[in-house]
């Protein structure tokens, strides 16, 4: 089903952090975003341009802010012949369908949501359903190329389309589409088959990973220096992390990984810092501290100089169990400082996996 996501408003375009928010929301109801389009305001042209858009899409979700809400409503009810009335101290058209500051219009192959949206209150619901023609899995252990090569033959049965995104060097993200769902179903069961335990449904590891170690109860922390905290910061935004996780150390001077990592100065001297035997004393004293089952450590430089001889963008991480089992990689990432930490982040959610697959399995 086409659809589009459609912000207007000077206000919600301004707001990063509200807008976030929206792509957020949207996403966890439609599974993806889709078509994106932002206008700063109403103007003499969004008639003709809604009636266009009318006829383009099978499903709008249009966010307004309160200041273009009421232009929109009146322009809608008018393309459907509708009349605009009063509803819980909002206007919407008589024939919609109505929640609080939500409406749904029905258009002949098209239906429209309509959100007024205040960035200081919390999002009205969005409404109205789609039927997606599309799953998302992904592979660990493959790159994306020998990925396609694997599963062209169980495309071609299925007739099934499919596209690849690399997230990591041996980590793939793969989305699957159909007109009939079943194919979808059947391919993915077979896929499954294929590759067992290195595959999984969804488009976010790191939500995967977290919620198999919430499952199983098992506690985590980590340590971080050149990631600054992203590691936590993206584990919290999971629902019950709580049961798991008690805290980690963010240890960017040299200084705070001898007093608090216990990190002796030696191994710390000149480029030591940037290595992966720093790494190993990361993991041993953040176990220490935290007596997790897990925990994680990152070491490098996200910035885009290079320092003491190393490259920009190279970065150590680090897994380690409570049984003592660990493992430790290499990670030359290319991109700004924010790219270099979220990849650097997930490549060391990833190494649970590889680490300990078994906890993992699908």
């Not at 790191?206 to 050149?226: D, G, Q, T, W």
């Not at 290499?330 to 959610?349: H, M, N, P, S, W």
């Amino acid at each position: 089903m086409k659809h589009l996501l459609f912000i207007i408003g000077d206000e919600l375009i301004m707001s990063q952090n509200y807008k976030e928010y929206i792509y957020r929301a949207y996403e966890q109801k439609f599974e993806e975003l889709g078509e994106v389009r932002i206008q700063s305001k109403t103007d003499k042209e969004l008639p003709f341009l809604l009636e266009k858009l009318i006829e383009q899409y099978e499903f709008i979700t249009l966010f307004a802010d309160e200041q273009c809400y009421s232009t929109i409503a009146k322009i809608l009810a008018t393309l459907n012949e509708d009349n605009l009335i009063l509803k819980d101290e909002t206007l919407v058209p008589d024939k919609a369908i109505f929640a609080k500051n939500s409406f749904v219009s029905d258009f002949k192959n098209c239906k429209i949501n309509v959100l007024k949206v205040n960035t200081e209150e919390k999002l009205p619901p969005l409404l109205g359903e789609l039927t997606p023609n599309f799953k998302y899995f992904c592979l660990f252990g493959i790159d994306d190329e020998s990925a396609l090569i694997l599963l062209e033959t169980l495309r071609k049965s299925y007739e099934v389309n499919i596209k690849a995104s690399k997230l990591l060097a041996d980590l793939t993200l793969m989305k699957i589409s159909s007109l009939q769902h079943g194919k979808i179903e059947g391919f993915l069961q077979s896929v499954q088959n294929l590759f067992g335990s290195k595959v999984f449904l969804g488009k976010n590891p790191i939500h995967f990973i977290v919620n198999k170690l919430l499952e199983k109860r098992l506690k985590i922390s980590f340590a971080e220096s050149c990631t600054g905290g992203n590691c936590a910061a993206e584990l919290t935004k999971i629902s019950g992390v709580s049961e798991i996780f008690e805290g980690s150390i963010v240890s960017y001077s040299n200084r705070l990984k001898h007093e608090w990592l216990g990190i002796s100065e030696s191994v710390l001297e000149g480029k030591g810092v940037y290595s992966e035997r720093c790494i190993y004393f990361m993991l041993k004293g953040i176990f220490k501290t935290a007596k997790p089952d897990f925990a994680l450590a990152i070491s490098g430089i996200a910035g885009e100089q290079d320092e003491q001889g190393i490259k920009a963008g190279s970065v150590y991480i680090g897994a380690m169990f409570k049984d003592g089992a660990y493992i430790q990689e290499t990670l030359y990432i290319k991109g700004d400082r924010e790219f270099i930490q979220k990849q650097a982040v997930l490549g060391a959610f990833y190494l649970m996996f590889k680490l300990k697959p078994e906890i993992f399995e699908f």
